[in-house]
């Protein structure tokens, strides 16, 4: 019985020193990289661009008649900057348009990302994931990868 207890409490401590010796589990990720090659981000950006191609026509062809006015001389001075006005109206509405569009896409993107880099760490274990910015991390512990086929997935 004696050598029993000790058997026990020796490999106790043995359990307990190689928990203790393996730490916590730390991952990162890139998220530019995410940003750049997971589905969803090329998808949005797409997405933006069909949304927006229209005014930005619009304007390629204001722009482009203000030109050739200028170019003729048909235009008198008055008609010209009222073109020129309408046209850095529509350009400034556009471009804060367009502001607000990418960063409700960025958002909804990054809590995909949050999302899928959360299922990551929960069914591998990991204690620690960080998002890169880092001065240096190793592949072994570069999530990125996983994380962009998790984005894949339908949510839980």
């Known amino acids: 019985m004696n050598k029993f207890l000790r058997f026990i409490t020796v490999a106790g401590f043995m359990?307990?020193?190689?928990?203790?010796?393996?730490?916590?589990?730390?991952?990162?990720v890139d998220v530019n990289r995410i940003?750049?090659?997971?589905?969803?981000?090329?998808?949005?950006?797409?997405?933006?661009?069909k949304e927006f191609s229209p005014r930005t026509d619009e304007l390629?062809?204001?722009k482009k008649q203000i030109t050739d006015q200028e170019a003729s001389g048909?235009?008198?001075?008055?008609?010209?900057?009222?073109?020129r006005l309408e046209f850095e109206?529509?350009?400034?509405?556009?471009?804060?348009?367009?502001?607000?569009?990418?960063?409700e896409e960025l958002?909804?993107?990054?809590?995909?990302?949050?999302?899928?880099v959360t299922a990551v760490a929960d069914s591998e274990g990991y204690d620690l994931v960080v998002y890169s910015g880092?001065?240096?991390?190793?592949?072994?512990?570069?999530?990125?990868?996983?994380?962009?086929?998790?984005?894949?997935?339908p949510a839980p």
């Open 15 to 28: 359990l307990f020193a190689a928990n203790v010796a393996a730490g916590p589990m730390l991952g990162y």
């Open 74 to 83: 048909s235009a008198k001075a008055q008609d010209l900057d009222g073109l």
């Open 107 to 116: 958002t909804a993107l990054q809590d995909r990302i949050n999302k899928a």
């Open 35 to 49: 940003l750049r090659e997971a589905p969803q981000a090329v998808e949005s950006a797409k997405k933006l661009q």
């Open 60 to 62: 390629t062809r204001l």
């Open 134 to 153: 880092l001065a240096y991390g190793s592949k072994r512990v570069d999530l990125t990868d996983k994380v962009i086929k998790a984005m894949g997935k």
């Open 89 to 103: 109206r529509k350009q400034r509405e556009l471009q804060e348009d367009i502001s607000i569009r990418k960063n």
